[in-house]
């Protein structure tokens, strides 16, 4: 058969036999064709746009795989309106508003095509169309892998989507495709993305990696259902979930994510059964907002590569977690905000840095016949509001079992802390909790310790081998004991002679360092930018002139004194600690950031590096323990900035015997002995920080000057939109600029406003209106894609 030729071989049974023959091109042969025919297409390219309308096999030459190359100028290279089978053919497009192949209607079989093209889309399916797509290799960096939309369905097996400009597989508008065995990477949008109402996916063995952006997006109602896959190495969350989607993993892997693992919002539900979620950089398990939840059932969640907890739960969402595991992370379980709630069962949670549960601002907990090993804090209710209920579990090897403070109010029955470093069951700073059938053995502090001003009951608790006793009630009518007993000589009160009250883990001098405890791990030093290249990066900054400014002046001043001394002159005294006041998100943490590269530059620092903090950071629970807490955090600064955010609580207006003041005393002793070895900067909002540095004269002292950072105005708030705009290749249509301005001049300015956190929510929320209303389109080019417009704004508050 010569090249450029297409022989068309007849298999029905009709008299007629003008169809067999070779014709000159594939459209002929295509318009010569009828049911059942086979076309078989000689080596060669085609600058044809070819429709295959009827039942036809359309195929390349045996023995001459990918030589068949169907590449026009323009349009949809090769359109399936059949149940046609296509096989053996190399696919080209090259129109950016048009997918390379198009199947319209029918059942047809697409084997072993290769599509290679900067088109809209590689390969998309509408309509009534449900194709069986076998061994496929979709190569689109134009635009979308896979498109599968209008309802229509198919097969897809053994295929791959090796690299798209967008989404690799793209689901909407009530299409429901399912994937065996497939591969999608090397995307620059979601790996798979299923949206709309009706729109579902089912994948079975599939693998989604080397993504830019997140890995698999399920939102607006759509669904999916994910069997034996696999998602990691993205660059954004690894799964996301929005406004009312629903997604079920079974058997899944996803790993290796920078993100959150799986993030949740809007009343999406999740359900995960015998799944690994591990190696994460933020959480785990994102979970937000009402009507969300999460039901986990015999999953692992590990190695955390963050400093997140590994479940996240807000906003009045909920989880389940039963027969699970969660190891190797600095917190297990983070459940805050009235009308939040999780429930664990009979799950482990092990090898924890910080708190394997912490329940605060009103949420509610309730773990039954689970097991927490080896980490600092056992399960900690922290304030008024939140509670919930430990039933049948046990604590072994933490620092303290249970910690309850601040009006929090749990139930704790028939659990057991095994060798707690210090108390099994501490009680503070006014929290309340009921104890019942409750045991503590080989404590290294008090079994029960109850400080006071908490009103709380125990019941038929035992202590066994705790190093202070068993029992240590401050002198207060607040505390009801009954039915409880000790293997010491039974329940103490401070009325009653003892010895002092000291955390198990105390050293003799406050700051040294603590026995038992690991020395703080060095960080690998990152190479120091020159001053010049961070003053740059300072001055890119939107607004904060004066803050500018200021930095500039104490670096100058700094800088010249060095040249004097290497002059041998004198070089006048220079107090490198600052104050930073203002509201939240006018740029103290960045700015903190630059400050310390700058400083390193200079060689006045080692590292120049950032560690942040607040009260939560400093403050213990126990008496020692704050100055121990202090002296960490202080530690990890050496050589760089200590920035202390908020810093005003640590002395709070009704401070009374509240442990903030020790933090105060010892940071600066701190700051006194180590002069040159870290930089201190507190910030917090400025009526607050005024009151806090007049208190506190000692404090005040050491700070050199105050830097105030004043709110946005509303043409700096725009051109961080811009910015976040042009960093996330979006473009503001005709008059968006315009609405942008009239929006933050009338937002309110109340304790709710974010200044650029809020400039940069408000771009979000128009990338995410502008998605639902792109979403909406049959056909969409490159301005459809990027231009945000007035209307993608969101309501005024």
């Not at 009979?346 to 509610?364: C, P």
Request: negative net charge.
């Amino acid at each position: 058969m010569a090249q450029g030729t297409v022989q068309v071989t007849h298999t029905g049974t009709s008299r007629w036999r003008r169809r067999t023959g070779e014709y000159p091109s594939l459209a002929a042969a295509l318009e010569a064709a009828g049911d059942g025919d086979i076309l078989t297409v000689a080596p060669g390219t085609y600058r044809e746009n070819l429709v295959v309308q009827r039942a036809v096999t359309l195929r390349g030459s045996e023995g001459a795989v990918g030589s068949v190359r169907i590449a026009p100028a323009d349009g949809v290279a090769l359109t399936v309106r059949a149940s046609a089978t296509v096989q053996d053919l190399h696919v080209e497009g090259q129109d950016s508003a048009a997918p390379a192949l198009l199947v319209e209607d029918g059942t047809p079989e697409l084997i072993d095509l290769r599509i290679v093209t900067r088109s809209a889309a590689g390969l998309e399916v509408r309509g009534a169309a449900r194709p069986t797509v076998r061994r496929c290799t979709v190569d689109n960096p134009g635009g979308v892998g896979i498109g599968v939309l209008d309802g229509a369905g198919g097969v897809f097996e053994e295929c791959e989507v090796v690299a798209a400009g967008q989404s690799g597989i793209s689901v909407r508008g009530g299409a429901h495709p399912r994937f065996e065995r497939c591969r999608v990477h090397h995307a620059s949008g979601a790996g798979l993305s299923v949206t709309g109402e009706g729109s579902g996916l089912e994948a079975i063995g599939c693998e989604v990696y080397e993504i830019k952006g997140t890995g698999v997006q399920i939102a607006s109602r759509a669904s999916a259902h994910l069997t034996d896959s696999t998602v990691h190495r993205t660059s954004a969350d690894g799964i996301t979930l929005d406004t009312d989607s629903v997604l079920t993993l079974s058997d899944c892997d996803i790993h290796d994510i920078p993100e959150n693992a799986i993030d949740l919002r809007s009343r999406s539900v999740l359900t995960l059964t015998r799944s690994t979620v591990r190696r994460f950089g933020r959480n785990g398990l994102s979970v937000w907002d009402p009507g969300t939840r999460v039901d986990a059932n015999q999953c692992e969640i590990h190695d955390s590569t963050g400093d997140y907890p590994a479940v996240w739960v807000s906003d009045g969402a909920s989880a389940v977690l039963d027969s699970c595991r969660v190891h190797d992370v600095p917190d297990a379980l983070f459940v805050l905000d009235r009308g939040s709630r999780v429930d664990v069962v009979d799950s482990d949670l092990s090898q924890i840095r910080n708190t394997a549960v912490s329940v605060s601002d009103g949420a509610t907990a309730q773990l039954d016949d689970c097991r927490i090993r080896e980490a600092s804090t056992g399960a900690w209710f922290r304030d008024h509001g939140s509670g919930g209920t430990l039933n049948g579990c046990t604590i072994d090897a933490a620092q303290t079992g249970v910690i309850v403070t601040k009006g929090a109010d749990p139930v704790i029955e028939r659990c057991t802390v095994t060798s707690p470093a210090e108390a099994g069951f501490y009680v503070s700073a006014e929290g309340r909790g009921t104890f019942r059938g409750c045991r503590v053995t080989g404590s290294g502090g008090y079994g029960f310790h109850v400080m006071d001003g908490c009103r709380t009951t125990l019941s038929r608790c035992r202590t066994e081998r705790c190093a202070r006793g068993g029992y240590e009630f401050a002198e207060s009518d607040g505390v009801v004991a009954e039915d409880c007993t000790s293997d010491e000589s039974g329940v103490r009160t401070a009325a009653e002679p003892t010895t002092a009250v000291l955390t198990a883990t105390q050293s003799p001098g406050l700051l040294t360092t603590v026995p038992g405890q690991p020395a703080p791990e060095a960080v690998p030093a990152e190479p120091v930018r020159a001053s010049g290249a961070v003053l740059g990066e300072l001055d890119a900054l939107v607004g904060l002139e004066s803050v500018k400014r200021e930095v500039r002046t104490l670096t100058n001043m700094i800088e010249v004194g060095r040249r004097r001394q290497e002059a041998g002159l004198k070089a006048a005294s220079v107090r490198r600690h600052l104050v930073f006041t203002g509201s939240p998100g006018t740029g103290k943490t960045t700015v903190a950031r630059l400050y310390g590269e700058i400083l390193a530059s200079l060689g006045v620092l080692e590292r120049g590096h950032l560690v942040e903090v607040s009260r939560v950071d400093l403050v213990g629970e126990h008496i020692g323990s704050t100055a121990i807490r202090t002296q960490e955090a202080f530690d990890r600064a050496r050589g760089g900035v200590l920035f202390i955010d908020e810093a005003y609580a640590l002395s709070p207006e009704d401070s009374g015997r509240d442990f903030g003041k020790e933090a105060i005393d010892t940071l600066v002793k701190l700051m006194e002995d180590h002069r040159e070895a870290v930089v201190v900067i507190v910030a917090g909002y400025t009526a607050e920080m005024e009151r806090f540095l007049s208190v506190n004269p000692g404090v005040a002292s050491r700070f050199s000057r105050t830097i105030t950072f004043h709110d946005y105005v509303p043409e700096e708030l725009l051109r961080i939109v811009e910015q976040q705009a042009e960093d996330h290749e979006y473009r503001l249509g005709t008059g968006t600029g315009e609405a942008l301005l009239k929006y933050f001049t009338a937002l309110p300015k109340g304790p709710a406003f974010g200044n650029g956190r809020t400039a940069r929510q408000t771009f979000e929320s128009m990338v995410e209106r502008h998605a639902g209303r792109v979403a909406e389109l049959t056909e969409v080019n490159t301005d459809d894609l990027t231009l945000l417009y007035p209307d993608d704004l969101p309501e005024l508050p």
